[in-house]
Every structure is written in C-alpha cells, then in structure tokens.
C-alpha cells in the first residue's frame, strides 16, 4: 500500500497559469516538493504514481465570492438559501473560497461565517472570508473592522459592502471612508490584503460611488474589489475605463440571462478592447440568490457555473487558457495576497491541483493540500451531513 505522504503526477501538460509543457509534479504531503520535465519515481519508496498522460494540470481555482452560510432572504424567511455543501464547491474544480454575507445580516452573522468557514476547513477545503455585509455601519465580530482582521485568522478583508442599489444603506463617501480605513489598518497590523469587496448593484451610480472614494481619498486602488461588474452593459463598460485606470474588477459567473454579458463574452471584450486580463477576475456568486422576473422566482447561484464559464471562455470563445486561467488562480491570489502559496504551481506552493482532460477540459481529479476529493470527476470526499442532506431532498 502506498504512502498518502507523496503523489507523482506525471507526465501532465502544465499550465502554472502560464504554460510551462509537459511537467511532472511532486506533490509531498501538502506541498508541491518538485516541478520538473521527469521526476524519476524509483527514487521513491512509497510514491503513488498517478498518470496525467493527454491531461491539463493548472492550479485549483479560487472563488472570492461565495454565501457559504446562504444567500437571498429578500422574499421573507422561506427565500432563506440552505448552507453549501463541500461537494458543490469541489466538483467545481474550485479549491479555495472566499465566504461572504451579502444582504441579510439580520438572520446571520459574521459570527456564523466564521464558523461554517472553520467547518468546510476541518473538511478539508481552504477557506477565508470578510467581515461585514451590505449594511454601513457593517456587522462585524469584535465590533471593529480593524480588529475582526488584525486578530482573526480567517478574515482578510470586509465586503460585500453594497452600493448603487435599493437594498443597499446608501452610503456616503465619508463613510466608506471609514470601512476602507478599518481594511487598511487591519490589513497592515495583521499583515493581510485588507481588502474592500464592493457589491455592485443595478442602480443608476454604477462604480460612481466607489470612484468618488478613491479620488477623495489616498487609499490604494489595490484594496477595492467591486463585482458583478458584467451585470449590465452600460456597468460592463463603465468597469473597462476603471481598469484601464489601474483598478481591479470582478466578474460573476452565470450571467446569461440577456440582461448582463456573459464571462466568456465580458472576457472576450476585455481582450479585443485593448484592456487585456491582467487585472481582471471571475468569482461564482455561489448560494446567492438569482432575482427572477416575478416575484417568488428568484434562482441560487451554483458554484459548477464558474468551472463552465471559465471551460466556455477557453472552448467557445477560444481565447488564451493561461490567460482564461489567470482571472481564477493567481489573479485572485495576488489581490488577495496569498500569492504564491496558493493560485500556481511553483515549488512550495499549497497542493492545490486541479486536472483536466486535454479534449474537453473536463474535471478528472482535484486535489486540495494533497488530498484527493475528485477522481474521473466522481466525487471522493463529501461533507459530513451531505448523505443526510441527500436523505432531506
């Protein structure tokens, strides 16, 4: 029986996001140990060798903006959405998230966040999230922005703070002052990203708001992640001239109702337009809520939608895969300051893996810390009530 302390994979076409061809990858406990053309497994008692011969090895993707504990809640108690379960989010080929609130801070808390974010941990996923909600005054665990991220692990910025939108609290420039003040200094004293996660509404501002912060204020345009930037078309374009400004914009997967444009297609314009994606990501908006039409048939957010736009903007839209890539590994983890650990696969990066079939690139296998939760796409690894869950439904 082979040793769980080391897997070979080998002989896999390697995007680290760049491509960097055929590799075999060490993969020691936790840790990448070695990436190199031939990695000999005879030097190794108890390897487990596993053949990625015709398979795409990239990084594990990772999901800013997803309601771990539950969206919605805007048609009263029963729009409630249930907590997301592990096997959602791996089968996703996403092996880092992000846990945000979102609109109801009223029936939970950060407190709550906090606490599904350690459980999907103990369960093997990597996990971070943001203090606050859409509410200004912001909801927070130790009453302060500042400290809820200098002292608590898990926190590495505060969001989803709403603005341009009915249900946000309206805030106003000095007040989201305030908050970017509390990420800042928290980010700093704790050594973290102390970002800011802006919720991005229909309303008729667009990013006015947040422009208006950052040309009042000497906060570094780094910090702010404003998203659902692909909701509608005059945001889309308001969010190219942000970017071309320096500023960093999010778009959410699933944005094909013909309202908003599309990943692949909002990808696609970035490049054509000259913006190019250096600056640019996708999040899922998993277990948020969808607004329907009518009222009573607002839809959830599903975390496979992320995996399909970035497979489509690859495939259909048949733009760069490093590029395609970038915008779910290490974009996201430079602006979130997790870089390298997590969004490549260097030597000393996380074994956080993700692999791919060549035709297709559909989800073969993902590992998360060396750990195998996926194999020919069958979920390994559930969550502990899931087959009480599956029981419910």
Do not use: W
């Not at 406990?29 to 398979?55: G, L, M, N, Q």
């Not at 950060?110 to 996923?125: D, M, Q, S, V």
């Not at 200004?136 to 898990?154: A, G, H, Q, R, W």
Request: hydrophobic share 35%; glycine share 12%; with cysteine.
């Amino acid at each position: 029986m082979k040793s769980d302390m080391f897997k070979l994979l080998k002989n896999g076409i390697c995007y680290d996001p760049e491509f960097v061809g055929k590799k075999d990858i060490l993969m020691v406990k936790d840790t990448i140990y070695r990436v190199e053309e031939h990695i000999d497994e005879k030097a190794f008692s108890d390897v487990e060798v596993i053949d990625c011969s015709d398979k795409i090895i990239c990084p594990g993707f990772i999901d800013q903006h997803v309601h771990i504990i539950g969206g919605g809640g805007e048609e009263g108690p029963g729009s409630r959405i249930p907590e997301i379960m592990l096997s959602e989010i791996v089968s996703a080929g996403i092996t880092t998230v992000v846990g945000i609130l979102g609109f109801d801070s009223i029936t939970r808390s950060p407190r709550g966040l906090l606490a599904k974010a350690r459980a999907l941990e103990e369960e093997g996923l990597n996990t971070f999230i943001y203090t606050g909600s859409y509410e200004v005054p912001t909801p927070t665990i130790t009453e302060s922005v500042i400290s809820d991220i200098s002292l608590i692990d898990k926190i590495i910025g505060v969001g989803e703070i709403a603005i341009s939108d009915h249900r946000s609290s309206h805030p106003s420039t000095d007040s989201l002052k305030k908050i970017a003040n509390g990420a800042r200094i928290g980010g700093l004293v704790g050594k973290k990203a102390g970002v800011v996660h802006i919720h991005v509404g229909d309303g008729k501002g667009g990013l006015d708001p947040l422009i208006e912060l950052i040309e009042n204020s000497d906060f570094p345009l780094e910090m702010f992640i404003p998203t659902h930037l692909n909701r509608n078309k005059t945001l889309f374009y308001q969010a190219l001239e942000y970017a071309k400004g320096g500023g960093n914009i999010d778009f959410t997967a699933g944005q094909n109702d013909g309202t908003g444009i599309s990943v692949p297609e909002a990808l696609k314009l970035c490049i054509d337009l000259g913006l190019g994606l250096e600056r640019v990501t996708v999040s899922s908006d998993a277990n948020g809520s969808i607004p329907g039409s009518k009222e009573g048939e607002s839809g959830v957010g599903k975390a496979v939608q992320l995996y399909e736009d970035i497979k489509n903007s690859i495939l259909m839209s048949k733009l760069d895969m490093a590029e395609v890539l970038k915008t779910v590994t290490a974009n996201v983890a430079k602006i979130l300051k997790i870089y390298p650990a997590k969004g490549t696969l260097k030597k000393g990066s996380d074994a956080d893996v993700l692999v791919l079939s060549k035709d297709g690139l559909e989800i073969d296998k993902v590992f998360i810390m060396g750990e195998q939760f996926i194999e020919k796409g069958t979920v390994l690894k559930r969550g502990r009530y899931e087959d009480l869950h599956e029981v419910i439904k």
